[in-house]
């Protein structure tokens, strides 16, 4: 597939030459706005985010710091998915479907929510498309619950459901959860960095659980009340004593190096009026996660030999 695409892109225009004639499997990263907002449960606004964080995306620059690069490749914006008038079954469906394809045709991509929900179809997509996968999942919440107010398919039950695509799932930064959910980490064994594992262990061994428990591929599920809130205070459920900026960005940077992260979710922001706060810290977050992976390759490729 070499056709050229028309999105725009998630920074400003790339100048010149950059953007013509890019061979999108190879070299095109991509947002994906999915502002699906059906079964929220407290705070709404989530429907509002990737168009928030595309806007704020166009206000980044072009350049990492941390890692020492120019963020020099293009990103596009795909359209974002239209689920009027369709049942949640059906927008999930529909997800599905076009998720397999964009897989395979982007080299990377981000998807923007939107509530949690939409994890569900990503993740079944990117296991048909790249394989057996572990997920790595950030969240407050456990998501547990094989159903939440009467729902099976909710924000509230995302990983009960991932864990029946892939049982190789690691939760960081947990701190809010059922007493069923509760005996059923236990029970189960899954795997779950907490919070206050995070706050208190020393240097980065929580980093090392996390890697432990997952296999070559991952996938990433971001839910920003992982977040402290004094990080990102734009969500509909926050909970104090969360993950603070940079603690995420040396785990994800860890999990791109050491693993192949395939694809992601940015989910349940809610942006808040006079407070760009968290749209700005959403498209960061998801340049960072394309600039490590790349980054990763590179690395990787020059310890191979090629
Ligand atoms: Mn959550």
């Not at 099976?152 to 007493?179: K, N, Q």
């Not at 432990?212 to 990433?220: G, N």
């Not at 979710?265 to 009026?273: A, F, K, R, S, Y």
Request: hydrophobic share 45%; glycine share 6%.
């Amino acid at each position: 597939m070499t056709t050229e695409k028309k999105y725009p892109s998630f920074l400003e225009p790339l100048s010149g030459a950059a953007a013509v004639g890019v061979k999108p499997n190879s070299v095109v990263d991509a947002v994906w706005p999915l502002p699906l907002e059906r079964t929220v449960s407290y705070g709404r606004g989530t429907a509002g985010a990737p168009d928030a964080i595309v806007r704020a995306g166009a206000e980044l620059e072009r350049y990492d710091e941390e890692l020492e690069i120019p963020i020099d490749w293009h990103v596009s914006v795909l359209p974002a998915v239209d689920d009027r008038g369709l049942s949640l079954e059906n927008v999930l469906a529909r997800v599905e479907t076009m998720a397999r394809s964009l897989y395979s045709e982007y080299a990377f991509i981000v998807t923007l929510g939107g509530e949690h929900t939409v994890t569900i179809p990503l993740v079944r997509a990117a296991a048909a498309v790249f394989g057996p996968l572990g997920v790595l999942h950030i969240d407050a919440h456990a998501d547990l619950r094989s159903q939440y107010q009467g729902l099976s398919l909710s924000h509230a039950c995302v990983m009960h459901h991932v864990r029946s695509v892939t049982p190789d799932t690691v939760s960081v930064g947990i701190r809010s959860l059922s007493v069923a959910e509760a005996v059923r980490i236990r029970d189960e064994h899954i795997p779950v960095v907490w919070a206050k594992d995070v706050a208190c262990l020393p240097d980065d061994t929580w980093i090392d659980q996390v890697l432990e428990s997952l296999p070559e591929r991952v996938y990433v599920t971001i839910d920003l009340d992982g977040f402290d809130p004094s990080v990102i205070p734009g969500v509909g459920t926050p909970e104090p004593g969360g993950l603070l900026w940079y603690s995420v960005l040396r785990l994800l940077y860890r999990v791109s190096v050491c693993r192949r992260v395939v694809a992601a979710d940015i989910v349940e922001g809610v942006p808040l009026p006079g407070a760009p706060v968290t749209e700005f810290a959403a498209a960061r977050l998801a340049l960072k996660l394309m600039a490590y992976r790349r980054t990763a390759s590179r690395t990787n490729a020059v310890r191979a030999g090629r």
